[in-house]
């Protein structure tokens, strides 16, 4: 992985770090299964074996419910970034990308989806495909999934911390695309949003550079 991949995958770490904090407000069934993912975005290779198991097991058990085979799919491709031959990360950031994409195509035919396990599975696949390594090409797959969240009629309903995680993934967009002066509104946005959350206090620094 370059140096600017291993940026985007920091900021990675950095926008969905927030869910612990706000777990109870969320999604308290995903808590420990989510803090565990998250310490595989870390950088632990343990948690990610974890992760794989424990969202393969709940996907397994679950088939007909997408945020769970999302995570699975985005934790296996944790495992290809950790993965230390060429052929490896590839084949392991592929066929996490298969099972993502088969959890939006889950996402798009179920009935009477919770809100908040429909937004969490859009911003784990979102975050998913913006982040990955370009020649993947799912970058602006991405930018189409995150402006649907922001869009989605229960947005404004959801906890301030997946909000301003939302929000930061936008942040990066704008800033990927070349687009400063969107960028700095989105970190304001970030700020006003969630101030005393992990993106809150992030924004206001690189607010102030």
Not at 1 to 24: E, G, K, T, W, Y
Not at 79 to 103: H, P, W
Not at 106 to 133: C, M
């Amino acid at each position: 992985m370059n140096l600017n991949h291993s940026l985007r995958f920091c900021l990675f770490i950095l926008l969905l770090a927030v869910f612990p904090a706000q777990a109870d407000d969320f999604d308290s069934v995903l808590t420990d299964d989510r803090n565990v993912f998250l310490q595989g975005v870390d950088g632990d290779k343990r948690a990610v074996r974890n992760a794989v198991n424990r969202f393969r097991s709940l996907s397994r058990s679950n088939p007909r419910d997408p945020v769970y085979l999302a995570y699975y799919g985005a934790s296996i491709t944790l495992q290809g970034r950790d993965a230390t031959k060429g052929f490896e990360k590839k084949g392991f950031t592929e066929d996490g990308l298969e099972k993502i994409d088969r959890a939006l195509k889950l996402l798009s035919e179920v009935k009477h989806y919770p809100s908040v396990r429909h937004l969490d599975t859009l911003l784990v696949a979102a975050n998913s495909f913006v982040y990955i390594p370009s020649f993947f090409n799912r970058y602006d797959k991405g930018k189409d999934l995150l402006q649907e969240i922001l869009t989605h009629d229960d947005f404004n309903g959801m906890v301030a911390g997946f909000k301003a995680a939302a929000y930061s993934t936008a942040a990066f967009v704008a800033r990927t695309d070349g687009d400063e002066a969107e960028y700095r509104r989105l970190l304001a946005l970030i700020v006003e949003t969630d101030p005393q959350g992990r993106d809150g206090r992030a924004a206001s620094a690189l607010l102030k550079e």
